[in-house]
């Protein structure tokens, strides 16, 4: 939400990336929700509230000294995180603990080992963050590593 609302100030207002985002998250923090959603991780089936899951391709840090960087992009491994927070008060102070530098193990799970996702939704779309370009999913979604599947030609 946070995403679509920060592009959609940008297009229509002209703020700064930085302005809209500020505004979209204190919008999106006083339309906090969770979604209910079913994970198969490899074989194993579960159930999760949650406002927030990532998957990524390889190793994502999220602590606040590098948010998002990779050590490797060819180790060929999912990353996948959960947020287990649900309620608006909760999602404060885990974020507020990540600014901080001191985030706790429960404010945001990862999953290990992963080398197949699913995720179902009783919604027949779900919005989902691409490259920082928000679209409509309709579950199930599938993901998989492909080691080594991209082949980059460069000078």
Not at 38 to 55: E, H, M
Not at 84 to 96: E, N
Request: glycine share 6%; charged share 30%.
């Amino acid at each position: 939400l946070m995403v679509i609302d920060r592009d959609l100030q940008r297009k229509r207002l002209g703020r700064s990336k930085r302005l809209a985002m500020l505004v979209a998250s204190a919008r999106t923090l006083v339309r906090f929700g969770y979604y209910r959603l079913a994970l198969t991780v490899n074989d194993r089936r579960s159930q999760i509230d949650t406002p927030l899951l990532f998957v990524g391709n390889n190793d994502y840090r999220l602590d606040i000294g590098a948010p998002g960087h990779r050590e490797n992009l060819t180790d060929g491994r999912m990353s996948v995180f959960v947020m287990r927070k649900k309620t608006r008060r909760g999602f404060i102070a885990s974020t507020i603990r990540a600014l901080l530098d001191r985030a706790r193990d429960d404010d945001m799970e990862r999953i290990a080992g992963v080398t197949r996702l699913r995720v179902s939704s009783r919604r027949s779309v779900i919005p989902v963050s691409l490259d920082g370009e928000v679209v409509g999913a309709s579950p199930p979604l599938d993901y998989k590593i492909r080691k080594r599947a991209l082949r980059v030609i460069a000078p």
